[in-house]
């Protein structure tokens, strides 16, 4: 019931933010096609998905988010059902800039409407900076504090590109630490790590398109059991209104 009330006061501040002001609000809406799904390391799905999302950011930094993933496939028998959504994700955050460094702290709430698993919530702060041009590190702290009550740590770096006509790529690495709940093994250690390629281009003043690979593995398979995709990628578009 608790979790009920969380989902409705999420969508009661979207509409409340919907009907502001066009100057008051961001808005922008969106879908991925992707190869698998994976999630911290974690194969969720090793057959295609999609995953659409709806964002709002407000002009005070109030940031409402709504993501969802949709399986198209079954992931060899080993998921209930197919053609179906199998998560969405409620993330309320707010966002300001400590200069040089842009710090977010929110709330998400993971749903599993199908019975894909027991649904949770956790609270996040991440703190990124801009090292030089393009170039920016930041680290990530999550912290399940309903299922799980454990923690999950991530530290990055990322180079933005800009090319002609408004083309965009963006390279990434990133490392994950999970507490002792997360850990195969009941041991806090290094957990998965992670490289990106992306790029992104407008098509119009309204909507980009968008593509990635990435490369996932795990540091110790003791940590983190080796998983069934390493390589996944995908495609979307973004209209902003």
């Known amino acids: 019931m608790k979790r009920f009330g969380f989902v409705l006061g999420v969508l009661g501040l979207l509409l409340g933010v919907g009907v502001s002001s066009a100057t008051a609000a961001a808005v922008s809406a969106g879908a991925d096609v992707v190869s698998a799904y994976v999630w911290r390391g974690i194969t969720f799905n090793d057959e295609a998905v999609v995953q659409p999302y709806l964002d709002v950011t407000a002009e005070n930094g109030i940031n409402l988010n709504v993501w969802g993933n949709y399986d198209v496939g079954d992931y060899g028998g080993t998921l209930a059902e197919d053609n179906e959504f199998s998560e969405i994700d409620l993330t309320l955050s707010y966002g300001f800039s400590l200069d040089p460094v842009d710090i977010t702290v929110g709330h998400i709430e993971y749903l599993f409407p199908n019975g894909g698993g027991q649904g949770t919530s956790e609270l996040f702060i991440s703190t990124w900076a801009s090292l030089v041009a ?11 504090y309903d299922e799980l009550d454990e923690y999950y740590l991530s530290a990055g ?26 850990a195969a093994d009941g041991n806090h250690d290094f957990y998965d790590y992670n490289l990106s390629l992306s790029a992104g281009f407008p098509v119009t003043d309204s909507v980009d398109l968008s593509a990635f690979i990435a490369y996932t593995d795990t540091f110790d398979n003791t940590t983190l059991p080796d998983q069934d995709v390493d390589v996944y990628g995908g495609a979307g578009f973004c209209v902003n209104f």
């Open 157 to 182: 770096i990322a180079y933005d590109l800009e090319l002609p006509r408004g083309i965009g790529l963006g390279f990434g690495a990133s490392a994950g630490y999970a507490g002792n709940r997360y």
């Open 134 to 144: 393009g170039l920016s590190a930041g680290v990530d702290f999550y912290y399940d």
